[in-house]
């Protein structure tokens, strides 16, 4: 299937690593040049654009902690300069801690939800100037937006915030530019290891349809998918990536 994305220009935060990382990489794969933006993963970010180099494609090398709204701004005007416009906006930044419920303190509520759902409206919003005509955003979310999750409890509420903002970015960006979700289940990355690493033995066999972990390609497959104008119906929407562990 052609995706109709050769020669369009990508931003992925969160490439350095894990579904990021294979993102940018499908997108490069299927023509798309890419920004790969990280925050401190400045070896992963590296390997990466090396990678998509070598598949022959256009790739720029940017860093932007997206917690910090000023860093951001200033990070979307120093790449305005080096393209055409952004075609495709992909928001794959996050972070969790395993932390009961009640143990979670002030400041670390603060820093999840700064990752998981103040950064990506920082970029969104800095990036409304760079988008060309039939634009498309794709905000990264997860499962535990719908479930809840009583040990990432900041965690959830902030991708389910993320569920909510991409109905409102939706709304406000219409029609040039399309906003859609993903809510992936745990996948196969550093992130998504130390979940493992927390839970019942099994577990992935005993609660998922498909009775295993996603990878970080197929996560990635769906979210290119997503962003290519074979989809330009879809905005407001979030797609479930769970291998079967809830179903709305
Ligand atoms: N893996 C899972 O099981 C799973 C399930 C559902 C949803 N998700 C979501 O999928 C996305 C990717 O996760 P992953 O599993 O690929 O995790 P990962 O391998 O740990 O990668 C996380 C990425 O987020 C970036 N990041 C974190 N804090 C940042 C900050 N302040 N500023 C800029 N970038 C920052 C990291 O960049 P640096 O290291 O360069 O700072 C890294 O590239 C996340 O939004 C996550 O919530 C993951």
Request: aromatic share 6%; net charge neutral; charged share 15%.
């Amino acid at each position: 299937m052609n995706l109709n994305i050769t020669g369009k220009t990508a931003l992925v935060t969160g490439a350095s690593s894990g579904i990021g990382a294979a993102t940018a990489r499908v997108l490069a794969e299927e023509g798309a040049n890419v920004i790969v933006s990280y925050g401190k993963n400045r070896t992963g970010a590296t390997q990466v654009t090396k990678e998509i180099e070598a598949l022959g494609g256009k790739v720029w090398l940017h860093q932007m902690d997206i917690c910090n709204a000023r860093e951001v701004a200033d990070a979307i005007q120093a790449i305005k300069p080096e393209i055409p416009g952004l075609d495709i906006l992909i928001s794959c930044s996050g972070q969790t801690i395993d932390t009961p419920f009640m143990e979670v303190s002030p400041i670390e509520w603060e820093q999840i939800v700064n990752v998981n759902l103040n950064g990506p409206f920082y970029v969104l919003q800095a990036a409304r100037e760079l988008f060309n005509e039939q634009a498309s955003v794709v905000l990264v979310a997860s499962v535990a937006a719908h479930t809840g999750v009583p040990h990432h409890a900041h965690y959830a509420a902030a991708k389910a915030g993320l569920v909510n903002l991409t109905k409102s970015a939706a709304r406000a960006l219409a029609p040039q530019v399309r906003v859609n979700c993903v809510a992936p289940g745990i996948t196969l990355t550093p992130m998504g290891q130390r979940t493992i690493n927390t839970i019942e033995d099994g577990y992935a066999k005993k609660k998922l349809l498909v009775q295993r972990f996603a990878t970080p390609e197929e996560i990635a497959r769906c979210v290119t998918f997503i962003a290519s104008p074979l989809t330009g119906f879809m905005t407001g929407s979030t797609l479930d990536i769970n291998g079967g562990r809830y179903l709305r």
